[in-house]
């Protein structure tokens, strides 16, 4: 039995802008076909195990052509696949969609067509400018700067055009010259607001603005390449006032992330909200410690031999648990004995299952941790931790004298290196972010020793900070507070900083 194709609007960039049903579609695909202008952000909501086929198609550069994506797709669904068409912005606005539709009603092939935030519009919105407005507009026309080649002149009737209150022409980069004098040669006013937009809702974003008589030279001079998006008309004079995007704080920072997949969420999030652009490279991965004898198991069946569980990170009280669900048991079965955490993101990661900690220290390292346990009374305390954390928790509760067993839960190793790391290196981040001693050392695997000077680092606390400058790296930020929260507020403060100069 044939599958289904479904043609989806990726939406305009930003990955925030899918719909709803489009998210959907592509968390049960089979088989993804994705566009050039289709954020790659959204290829992480399809299965692991789907088929991902780049399809894309730039000015004359073409992966596939139209009459291949067309085969493709028929062939990928009469082989029983779901298949999502990942179109940029939406699928029938200078799409193409209506052609690969049509091929496949041809072909008897069941399709939907899941519409997409148009760039004709979202660029525009993230660039200040309105499209209608009762002061300027109530007329608003799109046209393509891309015509069929074979065509004998213009299909535009450019008297007509010159008359409307809003005028948006995509993919006109190349004939933007063209554009401008068509209009003029109509009697358009020379002194008509005009803006470029390249890149739009993405944090590359940049645009040129400028009267019609000077748009393409302006353009010009500020290297305004594709994919780009020409607004023509009085609304464009509110970019002033309504330019909202590109006055967020972290504008043109280019971070990059190095905590696990699975941890990079908030911060990725938080950053991008306030302007960044985010590079997610997980630079660690998390494997649970190989348990000789059923370690994890064996402390947790005598859980109720120890007064205190020391838990140092999130990761840890994710194994844990997963360790007691294992042996049937829940957070019932550590009634009596107080629960200790490094920190707040630990802290959280333990409400998760129902449970508040006992102590919490004022500073999120082990020194901290200490100072909190002096005002316990010394117990036999287990202690579960990663292969690779400091000896300065286990000897400090020791000598304050309480009896430690340790639980090795996790240990972390490196991600091997991608083609993509060589981009890194030739055009380094802004800055990097480094949440652990672990992920700087990460971070040196993937940097040699004579570029480390050029990655400049966020650091989330004092030891991070030691061990990222032990190995080279220069640290020009550090959280007051050592929480993602904490990091991100450092970022903010050292953003001006960041921006104007390399460090």
């Known amino acids: 039995m044939a599958g289904t194709v479904y043609l989806v609007g990726a939406g305009p960039g930003d990955p ?9 579609l592509l968390s049960r695909a089979q088989v993804v076909v994705y566009d050039y ?9 399809a299965p692991d195990d789907a088929e991902i086929i780049y399809a894309g198609k730039s000015g004359k550069n073409h992966t596939l052509s139209q009459d291949g994506i067309n085969t493709l797709l028929i062939e990928k669904a009469k082989a029983g696949n779901s298949v999502v068409r990942l179109k940029g912005g939406d699928p029938y606005i200078f799409g193409r969609g209506g052609e690969e539709a049509q091929e496949l009603y041809k072909a008897g092939i069941s399709f939907e067509v899941v519409p997409g935030v148009s760039s004709t519009a979202a660029a525009a919105a993230y660039a200040g400018v309105p499209l209608t407005h009762r002061d300027y507009s ?9 015509e069929r080649e074979e065509r004998e002149g213009s299909v535009h009737d450019w008297k007509a055009l010159k008359a409307i209150g809003t005028l948006v022409a995509v993919m006109g980069v190349k004939e933007l010259p063209s554009i401008a004098a068509n209009l003029l040669k109509a009697g358009k006013d020379p002194n008509t607001p005009c803006v470029m937009i390249e890149r739009g809702t993405t944090p590359r974003q940049r645009v040129a603005a400028a009267p019609l008589e000077k748009i393409a030279e302006t353009a010009e001079s500020a290297r305004i390449s594709a994919p780009s998006l020409l607004v023509v008309g009085g609304v464009a004079r509110l970019r002033d006032e309504l330019n909202w995007f590109e006055r967020r704080p972290l504008t043109g920072l280019r971070i990059l992330l190095t905590r696990t997949s699975e941890q990079a969420g908030t911060l990725s999030r938080s950053l991008r909200e306030l302007g960044a652009e985010v590079i997610e490279r997980p630079i660690i991965k998390i494997e649970p410690a190989a348990q000789g004898g059923g370690a994890l198991s064996d402390h947790i069946r005598r859980i109720k031999d120890y007064d205190y569980l020391v838990l140092t990170s999130p990761n840890g009280v ?11 048991l829940d957070a019932r079965a550590l009634s009596g004995v107080r629960i200790a955490v490094m920190g707040p993101g630990t802290g959280e990661a333990l409400a998760s299952y129902g449970l508040i900690p006992d102590i919490l220290p004022e500073r999120f390292v082990s020194e901290g941790l200490l100072e909190a346990f002096k005002k316990e009374k010394p117990g036999k305390a287990l ?6 954390a400091r000896e300065v928790l286990p000897r400090g509760l020791t000598d ?43 971070l040196s695997g993937l940097v040699p020793e004579g570029l480390r000077v050029k990655f400049p680092c966020a650091s989330i606390g004092p030891v991070t900070t030691a061990e990222a400058r032990r190995l080279g790296f ?30």
């Open 383 to 388: 202690l579960a931790r990663a292969a690779e």
């Open 138 to 146: 109530s007329q608003v026309v799109f046209i393509t700067g891309h």
């Open 474 to 503: 220069p640290v020009a930020l550090e959280a007051e507070v050592s929480t993602v929260s904490g990091l991100v507020e450092a970022i903010l403060k050292g953003a001006e900083r960041i921006r104007s100069r390399r460090i």
């Open 400 to 442: 304050m004298g309480f009896s430690v067993e340790i639980l090795t839960l996790y240990r972390t190793s490196p991600v091997p290196k991608t083609e993509a790391d060589e981009d890194l290196l030739i055009d380094p981040p802004h800055l990097s972010t480094i949440t652990s001693a672990s992920t700087a050392r990460g």
């Open 318 to 328: 994710k194994i844990f648990f997963a360790g007691l669900k294992e042996e049937k």
């Open 16 to 24: 925030g802008l899918l719909t709803l049903r489009g998210a959907e």
């Open 37 to 45: 202008l289709a954020s790659p952000e959204l290829l992480k909501l």
